[in-house]
């Protein structure tokens, strides 16, 4: 069974970088869509950044030119680089792929703490 497994979260203070990971314990290739949410205390998981099926990216407002997904296919990664955090960015942040069966596989999250 395919696993997704983050990393690279932790805490950081306003206006920096963190680069998450998403590494895929199988092939990259299972799935047809893949994307980075994140859910903080109290509030609904909200998608962050996604590779659609077509290939291409998609971003909501909230992080549109601070966040950007890129992928590596030959070391089966996903990427989250993650600039101008501001202290609403933390959260814990998951990875998320989606099957051509259309199952969706989550990884374990890891936790994004921005300090003001």
């Known amino acids: 069974q395919v696993q997704l497994v983050e990393s690279g979260g932790g805490l950081v203070q306003a206006g920096g970088s963190l680069r998450l990971s998403c590494v895929v314990s199988g092939s990259i290739f299972s799935f047809r869509a893949m994307g980075w949410y994140r859910q903080a205390p109290g509030k609904q998981r909200e998608l962050v950044a996604e590779f659609t099926s077509g290939g291409s990216t998609n971003y909501p407002d909230s992080v549109k030119g601070r966040f950007t997904i890129s992928r590596d296919n030959a070391k089966s990664t996903v990427y989250l680089q993650m600039n101008s955090l501001k202290p609403e960015d933390t959260a814990v942040y998951y990875c998320?792929?989606?099957?051509?069966?259309?199952?969706?596989?989550w990884g374990q999250g890891t936790l994004v703490t921005v300090s003001s």
């Open positions: 998320k792929g989606t099957t051509w069966r259309y199952l969706e596989v």
